[in-house]
């Protein structure tokens, strides 16, 4: 069997020279053997053409590969037996969970595809230390779900329903409570592993430290996480406030303020290119708003809905050349309202569920087939210049696109987990990520113009020192570039230690 | 709309019976809209559709607002889902009381003693539900004949959901309503908190815009629960039962849908049909 192009190949990044580490694709040597192995082991292993068709792609939709074939997660030892079988015959497993990844790291270029979402049981629930033990491959909402017949909710986790935790633990997971609450991964206690070599370990921060040290925020590289015990606290609607901005600077400048002071329990940025910027601000508690009310809000220079109307309208009435920037301003304004604010979600003035109003919108109003959804994540201080710039590059590619600001709290005692992840090296207490989604709409995009807006993106994190959320896949090449050989070297080592076949999850960051 | 707009999301997934008893992609709408952008064939997908219920909780969580439902029947069948219309003209209240009620002529009796002034409908239109349900040809004529008989009707009210949803499109000038919906002014006052009140998935799914206010203000005004859980985006279905009953304290389970009693009985407490109630 062979394979199709190399979406990675060392050529693919224009300019940027690419190490490769693996000496060769695939070629489907040993396979046979191997799925008799499996056979033997009595590990389910699809081969059909329309199983296989399902993971083709991730969430992106702009990288394609087939795996050979697909096992469905049941258990930790039936994914010991699979990576055994896989290491003795040099087989890749490529781990997915929501495969909500945009750069097809959570695609499989040949091998097996390991679908997680088979392992979605919640196992227990401690209202008393207020933790949760659950299979990894579980989405996050069914999570909640689950949760709330308890009175209790998730800490922080992605803002789109259907990434797993096990996914999320391995790359980040940013909510808009992520400046107060920190990233999901940093949430988790303990973890059931199974290693690259099939051992299945449990680890956390003092219980094979290292294992779980590199296992979190880890890419699939170290190990798959098969069961998680995570941090929940009560659940609690929130009220939200919304503050309109004609300026990136000054809303950036607003949010990291509120987020020094603590000032509320949630905040972000949200934009309609960088015409209409959306300030929000959600509190848990009324006492959390009083206070926000009484020491904060004179300080913000957001306008209110009617003043920031009335002033844009003022705006593009003297700019009649612009009128279908101002009628796409309009139209989106008038679809995305109602839907954060749909009623079924609100009572007394308070926002349930927020993970599925949130999620909702994103999937109706951003998700596409296609998404490139390059980003940045710099220290604080770094941050308005990092938007700013890549704001500049967003406006020459696309003439529509939404920037999404967020803080991620840090913990300083996970200093040695944020290692070659998107955590910059360089910041302290809080980092700043910033998503740069242009609106695909149906326009027709080369994949060249894609890549080349997203290179132009993250060239402005090479020269910022900064790092970014979607490394991996398709964006590796600059891996080297922004983290530097020495580092990239030593987890390279790791690696090859951990796993010396080079199977698990081969291609997406070295 | 086809299974090529479908863009992965996976929000179907969240609220499909299918999913939630064997974890498995290939038996969801996003399974199937992904290995038909990849090239399956109608052959390749059998054992998938054939394994879906028909809930139709997956169309309200599709934020690409795909007709999963005719989107399986067309996948069975082979062919479009049958088009029809009706001019209404009479003024009559009819029940198509379906399989489950008439089984149990003492609920039935009661059902129709709370519908004030609606009539059992003669035919209720069996066969047409299983042909739907299987994916087999419906004879025009056959169609033709039920249809008529209901052009009389003004108001109707159906018990089976999948028939409920068709009804809608083709009697499109007539108010068609499921039993839960219809009886809720009339049961609302006898339920209390500790009551578990189960959502006909099929008639709540195909309406759910206008429904969920409905249920949320029973649920706010009795104290019950409901399967209208976290997500509201689409509902769970009595085939979860027991996921839809875990960690939750209930002492007694009502269904709108008498189908969907044996589905509770494991959790031995007491399950009511809403008629009961009044
Ligand atoms: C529309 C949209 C909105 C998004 N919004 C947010 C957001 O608000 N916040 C945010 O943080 N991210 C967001 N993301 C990014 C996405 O949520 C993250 O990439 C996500 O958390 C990944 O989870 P997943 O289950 O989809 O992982 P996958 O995409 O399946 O996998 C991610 C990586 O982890 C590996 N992996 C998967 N499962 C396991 C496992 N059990 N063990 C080991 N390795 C594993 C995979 O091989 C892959 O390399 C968004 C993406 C999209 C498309
Ligand atoms: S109709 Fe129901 S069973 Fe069928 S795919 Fe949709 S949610 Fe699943
Ligand atoms: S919810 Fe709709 S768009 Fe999303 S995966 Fe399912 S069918 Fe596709």
Partial sequence: MSIGPDHVAPDALVGIPRQRTNAGRWVADGWSAFRDSLRAQGVGLLEDAATRGIFATDAGGTAYGLPHGVVIARSAAQISSLLKAAQTHAVPVTVRGGGLTTEGESVAYGGVLLDMTGMSNVLEIDERALTVRTQAGIFWSALAERLRRQGLDYLSAPLNLTSSVGGTLGVGGIDVNSPHLGCSADQALALQVVTPTGEIVECSDTENATLFQRVILGYGQFGVITEATLRVRRYQPLRMRYFYYASLRAAIADLQMLDAEEASDYSGILTMMDKAITLLVAFDSDEKEARFERAFLSRLHGAGEFAFAVRTAIFYALRPWRWREALYLYRRKSVLFPEFRRPEFHRGGKMHDRTVVFSRAVWKHWGRRQMVIPDLATSAEKFIEAVERGNEVCRRYFPYYTLYCVGIKLREDHRTHYELSCIPPDARGRAYGCEFEPMLGDAVYSRDTLQSFKNEIYDVGVALGASYYRFGGMMKGYIRRVFGDQLVEHHLTMKRAADPAMILNRDVVF | ?278
């Fill in chain 2, 1 to 278: 709309m086809s299974h090529h707009d479908c863009s992965g999301c996976g929000l179907c997934l969240l609220v499909c019976p299918v999913w939630h008893g064997t974890r498995d992609v290939r038996l969801t709408p996003k399974g199937r809209a992904r290995a038909i952008q990849h090239g399956a064939k109608r052959e390749d997908l059998a054992a998938s559709t054939a394994g879906c219920t028909l809930c139709g909780a997956c169309e309200p969580a599709c934020p690409e607002e795909l007709p999963l439902v005719d989107m399986v029947m067309e996948l069975r069948s082979g062919s479009p889902f049958p088009e029809a219309e009706v001019r209404i003209q009479g003024k009559k209240k009819l029940l198509l009381a379906g399989r489950a009620l008439r089984a149990e002529p003492d609920r039935l009796a009661r059902t129709l003693a709370l519908l004030e002034g609606y009539e059992l409908a003669a035919d209720d239109g069996a066969d047409i539900v299983e042909a739907l349900e299987a994916g087999t040809t419906i004879a025009d004529e056959r169609l033709a004949a039920f249809l008529a008989s209901l052009a009389l009707a003004r108001q109707v009210v159906v018990a089976e959901g999948l028939l409920l949803r068709a009804l809608r499109r083709w009697l499109a000038d007539a108010s068609v309503r499921g039993i839960g919906e219809t009886l809720l002014p009339a049961i609302s006052a006898k339920l209390r908190a500790g009551d578990f009140y189960v959502i006909a998935s099929q008639a709540f799914n195909c309406d759910q815009p206008r429904l969920i206010g409905r249920y949320d203000w029973l649920r706010a005004t009795s104290g019950c629960e409901m399967n209208l859980d976290l997500q509201r985006i689409a509902m769970p279905v009595a085939g979860q039962a027991r996921w839809i009953l875990e960690g939750r304290r209930v002492e007694r389970i009502v269904v709108e849908d008498l189908a969907e009693r044996a589905a509770f009985d494991f959790a031995g407490k007491p399950v009511l049909h809403l008629a009961e109630l009044a």
